[in-house]
């Protein structure tokens, strides 16, 4: 079945450091991956996607690139901040399935100053 | 982005009780939601997925008549969680889905905690 893996939390960096949170996933067909962030005490929010394969997406710094060969949708920020303090989810969505979002166990991020 | 409101955000009741949970999308109508529950340090279980006017699809192991799921119109759907236990106490967690589609992006509501006592 369709699964997702993320790297074990929590994540404690400084500020201005990089980030890379890992993931994969298994798939049986031709899913649409997605990094959703959760930020204490609030709901979830898409932060970016990528719909096939070697697609990269991008918003307020963070990118992951959609990478088929090594399964892996790994998102990455050059500099954190403080404020992206909060809780990272993976999750892939397998619409030839007929499948809704399946997520990762979700990695804490803690960035201090 | 597409707005998602839970109400209440919190509620405390005693065992044996029944909890109405709302969801609503505020500005798209969703033919699709979903119902996630997420205990803590844990990720996000789907529990099942409801189409307005018809009967929801739950997920293995989720009992249907414990989680009622009801999706009357494309901006509203509850869910009641009957004769409530302990157990039962977690995060409840929606999100619509504005494509005809379905499953493929969402916008979640802030959550409800559910405490049974």
Known sequence: ?113 | GAVVSQHPSRVICKSGTSVKIECRSLDFQATTMFWYRQFPKQSLMLMATSNEGSKATYEQGVEKDKFLINHASLTLSTLTVTSAHPEDSSFYICSGDPSSGGANEQFFGPGTRLTVL
């Open chain 1, 1 to 113: 079945g369709n699964s997702v893996t993320q790297m074990e939390g929590p994540v404690t960096l400084s500020e201005e450091a990089f980030l890379t949170i890992n993931c994969t996933y298994t798939a049986t067909g031709y899913p649409s991956l997605f990094w959703y962030v959760q930020y204490p005490g609030e709901g979830l929010q898409l932060l970016l996607k990528a719909t096939k394969a070697d697609d990269k997406g991008s918003n307020k710094g963070f990118e992951a690139t959609y990478r088929k060969e090594t399964t892996s949708f790994h998102l990455e920020k050059g500099s954190v901040q403080v404020s992206d303090s909060a809780v990272y989810f993976c999750a892939l969505s397998d619409v030839s399935a007929g499948t809704a979002l399946i997520f990762g166990k979700g990695t804490t991020l803690s960035v201090s100053s």
